[in-house]
């Protein structure tokens, strides 16, 4: 008798058979596999599937695998890495230890080996909210920088800590929502940097110029955004509230724009529309430096 998937592992490694004893050695234990075979394919494989565990070689092109285990670090994604190498140096393990992974397994990799490891780091995964007995409502309040770099790490962490019990589908949408919100919040909001500023820097490739420039003027550089995250298991809703510290804007002229508009070479506001298509909840306080959204588990 085998056991539905319920985490999700990405194998990293250009060999196919290495995939294939991965899925050997992991068959009825509640996994589902997910394969890449470089560093550039697994970061998009992790931003779009969100994976519980990784597990990767050490020994890829260029030193790719230990570059990964850093990347994944200073992105602060929540999800365990687990390096694997055949003769790898005591040095290099170390190396990789010190930089982020969680454990090391020796390849070609074992079935018992692979089973302690990720016993170990199933200790880190974030837990399921739904599944947590007792429990009523669970709240989480983070105040971070208006540096638009530290988003994509903001938004790991959130998806892995909140929103594990969401469908694949529902966790891509939410996002695609969150980094639409967040990046309006820290660049229309807080560093005020409005949409024709924004595709002008683009198009010259001055857009890290300008951002280097508002994050270093004295009135906006010490402006933050607060993500509310308020999980309510008797209302069976997940809510996701995003304050920055700018003037606001009017949102009621977005809001109010039909679909064609929307999908014309105007694409001002599409964004937003394209968020409340999947979250129809989608609200703004007054002024507008404030939205929320709200989604229904069941």
Same mark, same amino acid.
């Given at each position: 008798?085998?056991?539905? +998937? ?10 196919? $058979?290495?995939?294939? =004893?991965?899925?050997? &050695? ?6 589902? /596999? ?24 050490? *020994? ?34 170390? !190396? ?8 090391? /397994?020796?390849? @070609?990799? %074992? !079935?018992? $080996? ?14 399921? =909210? ?17 540096? +638009?770099? &530290? ?15 969401? @469908? ?11 980094? $639409? ?10 560093? $005020? ?25 004295? #009135? ?7 993500? &509310? %995250? ?14 920055? !510290? ?26 937003? *529309?394209?968020? #409340?298509?999947? *979250? +129809? ?14 989604? =229904?588990?069941?």
């Amino acid at each position: 008798m085998t056991t539905e +998937p319920s985490d999700h592992l990405l194998v990293i490694d250009p060999c196919p $058979e290495t995939h294939a =004893l991965i899925v050997q &050695h992991l068959q009825g234990r509640g996994f589902s /596999v997910l394969a890449a075979p470089d560093p550039s394919a697994a970061l998009a494989t992790i931003d779009t599937a969100a994976p519980d565990i990784v597990l990767t070689d050490l *020994f890829l092109p260029d030193a790719a695998g230990l570059a990964l285990v850093k990347e994944l670090k200073a992105r602060q994604d929540p999800c365990p890495v687990i390096v694997m190498a055949q003769d790898a140096p005591e040095s290099l393990i170390l !190396e990789s230890l010190r930089a982020g992974a969680a454990d090391y /397994v020796h390849k @070609p990799v %074992t !079935e018992e $080996e692979l089973a302690h490891a990720i016993q170990r780091v199933r200790g880190l995964l974030p837990g399921d =909210l739904s599944d947590l007995p007792g429990l009523c409502r669970s709240e989480y309040r983070l105040t971070v920088d208006s540096d +638009p770099a &530290h988003i994509p790490g903001i938004i790991s962490w959130l998806i892995k800590t909140t929103a594990s019990m969401l @469908p694949a589908v529902r966790r891509l949408h939410l996002q695609g929502a969150l980094q $639409e919100l967040l990046f309006n919040a820290i660049e229309h909001g807080n560093l $005020e940097i409005f949409y024709q500023e924004k595709q002008e820097a683009l198009a010259t490739g001055q857009y890290e110029q300008l951002l280097a420039q508002r994050l270093n003027q004295a #009135r906006l550089k010490d402006r933050r955004v607060t993500i &509310h %995250t308020l999980y309510d298991k008797g209302g069976n809703s997940l809510t996701y509230r995003i304050t920055d !510290e700018g003037k606001g804007f009017k949102w009621r002229t977005f809001l109010s724009r039909s679909q064609d508009m929307c999908g014309s070479e105007d694409v001002n506001g599409r964004g937003v *529309f394209l968020t #409340r298509s999947f *979250f +129809p909840s989608l609200a703004y306080n007054d002024c507008g430096n404030e939205v929320t959204i709200t989604m =229904l588990l069941r």
